[in-house]
């Protein structure tokens, strides 16, 4: 097995997540989102697979209200929801500044299928108040939302339009 970056994918609204060439992590910000218990208890976003396992995934932090401790869950496509999850939770991470967060699995990291849809779902573990970096979208076949519970995240649901925020994952085959 050799590690590869596998996506590199912005979240933006309506449906919209966009694989990004390489470079695109880091796009000009031009929006910012909050998110946390402030806001919503979960949010997630989908895709599709080429396989692998997941060894982690960062998110652009841009300006921390309140700090907290996150992880992060994978979890098997429903139709339209979240509905199982797949392998452990990651390493919890106390988000306390700023700056591309990683989380990564110590142990019991996802193993994903090929051709199947996913949904990564940021979890808040206490009360957190965060701002998440945005650009303009660039459209795309993904999606994301958030919600009071991870199997009733649907696309688009309380999220804003014409703006993807960047989620990088990287993926061992």
Partial sequence: MSLQVNHLIGF???????EFA????????????????AISDFVGF???TDGGEIVSVTWDVNTVNVSTNWHVEVWADGGSSPSVQ??????????????DITFAWSSGAPILSASTRYWIVFVDEG??????SQAAN??????WG???????????????SGYDG???IVVKR
């Fill in 166 to 168: 960047r989620v990088k």
């Fill in 22 to 37: 390489e470079g695109n992590f880091g796009e000009a910000q031009v929006n910012d989102q909050r998110w946390g218990k």
């Fill in 138 to 143: 660039s459209g795309g076949t993904f999606e």
């Fill in 146 to 160: 958030s919600a009071a519970s991870i199997t009733t995240i649907t696309d688009g649901n309380n999220v804003p």
């Fill in 12 to 18: 933006g609204a309506g449906g919209s997540l966009q």
């Fill in 127 to 132: 009360t957190g108040d965060l701002r998440i």
């Fill in 86 to 99: 797949v392998g452990s939770d990651s390493d919890t991470i106390n988000i306390s500044s700023a700056g």
């Fill in 46 to 48: 989908s895709w599709s």
